[in-house]
T-cell receptor, first 115, second 109 residues
Framework: GAVVSQHPSRVICKSGTSVKIECRSL??????MFWYRQFPKQSLMLMAT?????????EQGVEKDKFLINHASLTLSTLTVTSAHPEDSSFYIC???????????FGPGTRLLVL | KQEVTQIPAALSVPEGENLVLNCSFT??????LQWFRQDPGKGLTSLLL?????REQTSGRLNASLDKSSGRSTLYIAASQPGDSATYLC????????FGTGTRLQVFP
């Protein structure tokens, strides 16, 4: 149980385009979903926390207008990187939990390369 | 500000050795500490979770200890195998997960 999927697993796009990444909890209802970013040889950094039906809470230094998060249902959250640039190239990982303080279950990640 | 450090950054050992990976954190006000495994280009697999009131957790060949007062945790891997090769991350839970930079482990036959 507690499986989280992400789609796509890998995406290459041109600079200036927008990219949408989906995070799904397959066998449970996730009240809370988290989005992390991991640059090469660096640790995972929390970007934002989203609760179903409400606006996401962004960490300091993360541009909310650039990284749009939608958590419209208990099984799906999306992260849209708007007007992507090469410096946005990274590994994006989501996690989901039954509630904010519960165990987080991680997705397999999405590797984004912006040319 | 909570900071999590892992030592060593990389480790290469022959199969069969017993290993110790270290994790230190600067603020002892944590709910719990988790050890994860990350394979190249993949997500995270939770290995062990130690609540702040606990001292250690064991799962198979893995044993994790926690000394909250000194801000340290160790992950002990017994009789290492090539399949253990991965990056090991520790993370402390302080209303959000704060990760260390990981230890890249390679176990060669």
């Amino acid at each position: 149980g507690a499986v989280v999927s992400q789609h796509p697993s890998r995406v290459i796009c041109k600079s200036g385009t927008s990219v949408k990444i989906e995070c799904r909890s397959l066998d449970f209802q996730a009240t809370t979903m988290f989005w992390y970013r991991q640059f090469p040889k660096q640790s995972l950094m929390l970007m934002a926390t989203s609760n179903e039906g409400s606006k996401a809470t962004y960490e300091q230094g993360v541009e909310k207008d650039k990284f749009l998060i939608n958590h419209a249902s208990l099984t799906l959250s999306t992260l849209t990187v708007t007007s992507a640039h090469p410096e946005d190239s990274s590994f994006y990982i989501c996690s989901a939990s039954y509630s904010p303080q519960e165990t987080q279950y991680f997705g397999p990640g999405t590797r984004l390369l912006v040319l | 500000k909570q900071e999590v450090t892992q030592i060593p950054a990389a480790l290469s050992v022959p199969e069969g050795e017993n290993l110790v990976l270290n994790c230190s954190f600067t603020d002892s006000a944590i709910y719990n500490l988790q050890w994860f495994r990350q394979d190249p280009g993949k997500g995270l697999t939770s290995l062990l979770l130690i609540q702040s009131s606990q001292r250690e957790q064991t799962s198979g060949r893995l044993n994790a200890s926690l000394d909250k007062s000194s801000g340290r945790s160790t992950l002990y891997i017994a009789a290492s195998q090539p399949g253990d090769s991965a990056t090991y991350l520790c993370a402390v839970d302080t209303d959000k997960l704060i990760f260390g930079t990981g230890t890249r482990l390679q176990v060669f036959p």
